[in-house]
């Protein structure tokens, strides 16, 4: 059973940081993307940043500049370092690997965590 585990939301002021982090467990054949996403009350769950096996990065327009995904492999672990936030960052955060667990599978799936809430106060 693959699990994803997330830390690190919590309340800060407008302008401050966050490190967000989420460690899977469980055997994948293979891993396309890990990333994250958020989805504000009343919104639709967008992708925040991505990133491949190979590292190559992508971010929201929004987030551009303020936030840098990392990961590391070797500890199934993706990063997301969130600084200068502002209250349109608060939304729950959810971690998300997206591969294949077994060499039988044809395609990709998601797997999701549970979600951390982020909240950002003006």
């Known amino acids: 059973q693959v699990q994803l585990v997330e830390s690190g939301g919590g309340l800060v002021q407008a302008g401050g940081s966050l490190r967000l982090s989420c460690v899977h467990s469980?055997?994948?054949?293979?891993?396309?993307?890990m990333g994250w996403y958020r989805q504000a009350p009343g919104k639709q769950r967008e992708l925040v940043a991505a990133?491949?096996?190979?590292?190559?990065?992508r971010y929201v327009d929004s987030v551009k500049g303020r936030f840098t995904i990392s990961r590391d492999n070797a500890k199934n672990t993706v990063i997301l370092q969130m600084d200068s936030l502002k209250p349109e960052d608060t939304a729950v955060y959810y971690c998300?690997?997206?591969?294949?667990?077994?060499?039988?599978?044809?395609?990709?799936?998601?797997?999701w965590g549970q979600g951390t809430q982020v909240t950002v106060s003006s």
């Open positions: 990133i491949t096996s190979g590292g190559t990065t």
């Open positions: 469980g055997s994948m054949f293979s891993i396309n993307t």
């Open positions: 998300n690997v997206n591969g294949r667990r077994y060499i039988s599978e044809p395609y990709n799936r998601d797997y």
